[in-house]
């Protein structure tokens, strides 16, 4: 998106979205030129390996990643909720990096505070054993599937949950002889991670960094969008 040559601007969306969160904006951002990713297990990414967590840590080495396949020594960040939690670590760890922060609805990741921490880790391992053997959820047409997302936990509209199914909605071959469809993230993604930074270890990286941030919150936005959502 955008103009070729303009700065490079990396937008990262949030947990269970994908890339298609930003079409909104799209029109918005002319002056970028916009690289909008789909981390792992969301939208058309890979899955991470089979009982590999998904830690935001690892989402902050894939963005580097990508920054460098794209040779970009600087480059701006708009993230939204999770995406924001990653744009404000790696903003942290590489100050020389990042020009600016653009925040929607979160400033950085969930966190788990030092004492909680051994529950944390006991609730991950037993909801791993539980979705080893559980299926998708499924839907009879491919607008159902956009209706669900309407109504889940965190409702949006219909046009934006219909640009998310273009990247995240799946069909196959049910057992009758029918289409079925699914939002095909990856099922492990639902899963609370073992081990979370705690709140004055955020607070730390918060700190370190530079670049000039600009932060928007919703008017009807959610209690923890300080937080962004979990990862």
């Known amino acids: 998106m955008g103009k070729e040559g303009a700065p490079l601007l990396i937008a990262l969306h949030g947990w269970l979205d994908n890339s298609a969160s930003f ?35 690892d989402n902050v080495s894939d963005v580097l990643a990508v920054a460098e396949q794209l040779q970009a020594e600087k480059f701006s960040i708009l993230g939204h909720s999770m995406g924001a939690g990653v744009a404000a670590l790696l903003a942290a760890c590489y100050p020389e990096k990042v ?33 080893r053997s559980r299926d998708v959820n499924t839907f009879a047409s491919h607008q159902e599937a956009v209706l669900a997302r309407c109504n889940g936990r965190w409702p949006v509209s219909v046009e934006a949950a219909g640009w998310l199914a273009e990247r995240g909605v799946s069909s196959r071959l049910a057992g009758n002889g029918e289409d079925e469809y699914f939002w095909h993230h990856d099922p492990w993604l639902v899963l609370p991670s073992p081990v979370r930074l705690t709140e004055e270890q955020v607070q730390h990286f918060l700190r370190k960094i530079t670049a000039p941030v600009t932060l928007v919150l919703g008017s009807r936005a959610l209690n923890n969008v300080l937080i962004g959502l979990p990862v």
């Not at 990713?37 to 830690?55: C, E, I, K």
Request: charged share 20%.
């Open 99 to 131: 020009e600016r922060l653009l925040l929607i609805e979160g400033i950085g990741p969930v966190v788990t505070e030092a004492e909680a921490a051994p529950g944390q880790l006991y609730r991950a391992l037993q909801k791993r054993a539980r979705v």
């Open 23 to 57: 079409n909104a904006l799209a029109s918005l951002l002319d002056d970028y030129c916009v690289v909008a990713l789909d981390f792992a297990g969301h939208g058309l990414s890979d899955f991470r390996p089979q009982g590999m967590a998904y830690y935001v840590w």
